[in-house]
């Protein structure tokens, strides 16, 4: 753990035990979350993205969802194992979450400086003035015009970029200096994706905060991205920085990822696309959990299954192809 | 600046979230049902009566023999009159009198000043009992819902058990055990009577429980408490108002017969104890049994057509 780690994630497994099976949604996590970086979170629905940030704060339903393996180690803190206590001045005070869905993730029978300011109180008494000055200050650097009017307004008089955004305000009201935005852009248009990308990045910069950026749109990580992580079946199959990954993948998954980007300059009728179903999370195939789907599946692969190594510095990769000395074999 | 908070917010520290527009909107809603208002002006005469009433009225407990059985105003009885000494009827014709403008009863009280005084009573049963029930059933329903689980089984079987008990009967044995008193009606039917809401409350907590915002709150840090109060129950608030003022006239119903069957509090005029001294001259001294009987019908029609109202304004998908 190097001293600008703020975040470290070991061997993290979050296991559903339900009706028809154990679901292990998130099956042995590795990442570090550096200060001031924006990790980005990659991979098909359903590879167990969500829940590894849900596990980071423990807020997935419990039961059926346990953490039963691993660490999270923030300021030397175990957040998988401390007390609930514990962990709830963590959240929203030092980690915060941005939800895919605002219109959802905001209360319908409260204004938005109501709930910021009862977030904001929730830590720590702040008079009810300057909580409402803190309110206004954070909805104008999220470049929401006439902050004071909309401090009134309810969730359903907001267009949905200006909910997406009060949303941030909202998980910025204790200034965290961690940040998890799990598809903070999905639901809204491309113009408000790009109003909420610039905030983001103006965040990394001006608050010299860590994000964990939850996508499964490689241009966004283009963005906004310093490494991305990207995940399989509920493991991280390859770590690197984003230009190594969009540019020089190592993994065939990655591989096969960038691979299905649509390109503009050639001109072929039809999209590439990775072979075979993403894996079903209660019945993982043995071994490595992508060989059935791996262009250069190899005999080791069915029954060994292949641990996260560090090739050269930051890049690291899951995959018998490579060897811990570094380089492919 | 504690004076500011205090002000402005709740002992809970619940942000204040009267919403002016909302409430006109609720109440441009409401008025367009016309039964409703109808009702709501009911409620709100039968509150003056009984808050204000009893000021001007003589006693109703004050027995009279010589005025008993006075008709009401504008109506008239023939009263024959067995003379021994002469040995013959004589029959008279008695009016009702301006000073009993509602007549008397057979122990010569004024019918006018017991209306009023039951009217209190009924209000006060009515809004002590059910606000008692709905807070007990909206505790239990949330709590059920939100911590899932052993307690949600645990609760929800106890409530399966309370519902399993025939309400009236356990009434009539409490107070049979503890003796007729205002207190004991009203605890029993409040302790009895949430099972209902509670189940309602539950479903729509279920609901809600699931949603992001309740994710979000947690993920920003807050308390199973402030989730619960700050954040579940204000989005149910309209469902408890209605199930509060739908749940008013049956306990209502329940205080009377209680009080008909003659184990209501001896203490108080209740409608119902006016109606078991009415049921025996029903008839000569009609009016006794059917001026409390009339009370009654348009106190219970009232809460049901407000009620119906505010279930319809509240209710976003309803056309009103």
């Known amino acids: 753990m190097t001293a600008d780690t703020v975040l470290e994630v070991k061997n993290l497994k979050t296991w559903f035990y339900t009706r028809r099976g154990i679901v292990k949604a998130v099956n042995g996590v590795d990442f570090t979350l550096r200060r001031g970086e924006c990790l980005c979170l990659v991979g098909e629905s359903g590879c167990g993205k969500t829940v590894t940030a849900l596990s980071i704060l423990r807020l997935f339903d419990s039961p059926p969802g346990r953490i039963v393996e691993g660490e999270v180690i923030y300021k030397g803190l175990d957040l998988a194992s401390c007390t609930i206590q514990r962990l709830r001045q963590i959240r929203g005070k030092d980690i915060a979450m941005v939800f895919q869905n605002a219109q959802s993730a905001l209360n319908p029978v409260f204004t938005i400086g109501d709930q910021i300011v009862e977030q904001i109180n929730a830590h720590g008494q702040v008079s009810r003035a300057d909580a409402v000055a803190k309110a206004c200050r954070l909805l104008e650097e999220m470049k929401i015009s006439q902050p004071e009017r909309a401090l009134k307004m309810y969730p359903h008089q907001m267009s949905g970029g200006m909910k997406q955004r009060a949303m941030i305000a909202m998980s910025l009201s204790c200034d965290p200096c961690i940040l998890i935005a799990d598809e903070p852009t999905t639901a809204v248009d491309v113009t408000i994706r790009a109003q909420i990308m610039h905030i983001l990045q103006e965040l990394k910069a001006n608050r010299d905060m860590s994000i964990i950026f939850i996508t499964h749109d490689l241009s966004l990580v283009r963005e906004i991205g310093d490494r991305a992580a990207v995940f399989y079946g509920g493991k991280v199959v390859e770590v690197d920085t984003v230009e190594h990954i969009l540019e020089s993948p190592a993994h065939p998954y990655t591989i096969g990822l960038m691979r299905c980007l649509p390109d503009i300059s050639t001109d072929s009728k039809r999209l590439p696309s990775i072979p075979g179903n993403t894996p079903n999370p209660i019945d993982m195939p043995a071994g490595c959990s992508f060989h059935p789907r791996c262009q250069e599946v190899m005999e080791v692969c069915h029954s060994k299954d292949p641990a996260l190594m560090n090739i050269a510095g930051v890049h690291a990769v899951a995959c018998h192809l490579f060897s811990a000395a570094g380089g492919k074999n | ?320």
């Open chain 2, 1 to 320: 600046m504690t004076e500011t908070r205090s002000m402005t917010r709740g002992k809970a520290g619940m942000p204040v979230y009267i919403n002016r527009r909302l409430m006109n909107y609720y109440w441009e809603r409401l008025k367009k049902n016309r039964l409703s208002l109808v009702g709501l002006g009911f409620i709100v005469f039968l509150a003056l009566v009984g808050i204000f009433g009893p000021l001007f009225v003589q006693d109703p407990q004050k027995v009279d023999f010589e005025i008993k059985n006075m008709p009401p105003l504008g109506c008239s009885i023939q009263e024959s009159v067995y003379d021994i000494k002469t040995s013959e009827f004589t029959t008279t014709l008695i009016n009702g009198r301006a000073d009993h403008p509602l007549g008397t009863d057979s122990k010569g009280r004024d019918m006018l000043a017991m209306l009023i005084a039951g009217s209190r009573i009924s209000l006060l049963v009515g809004l002590l009992a059910s606000g008692m029930a709905i807070f007990l059933g909206t505790f239990i329903g949330v709590l059920s819902a939100y911590l899932g689980g052993w307690v949600d089984n645990a609760l929800m079987r106890f409530t399966d058990i309370m519902m399993t008990f025939p309400f009236f009967l356990l009434l009539v044995l409490i107070v049979f055990i503890f003796g007729p008193s205002l207190a004991i009606i009203v605890l029993v039917i409040g302790l009895t009577g949430w099972t209902g809401a509670a189940r309602l409350i539950r479903s729509e907590a279920l609901s809600l429980r699931t949603r992001d915002f309740i994710t979000a709150s947690k993920a920003l840090g807050a308390s199973d408490a402030r989730v619960m109060f700050n954040h579940l129950i204000p989005n149910v608030i309209s469902l408890i108002i209605v199930m509060a003022t739908l749940s008013i006239p049956g306990v209502i119903m329940a205080e009377a017969a209680l009080s008909f069957i003659g184990l209501g509090d001896p203490m108080s005029t209740s409608w119902g104890t006016i109606l078991n001294t009415g049921q025996h001259s029903l008839d000569t001294a009609w009016w006794v049994a059917v001026e409390p009987g009339i009370m009654l019908f348009f106190t219970v029609l009232s809460f049901n057509f407000f009620g119906d109202g505010l279930r319809d304004a509240f209710d976003p998908k309803a056309s009103v």
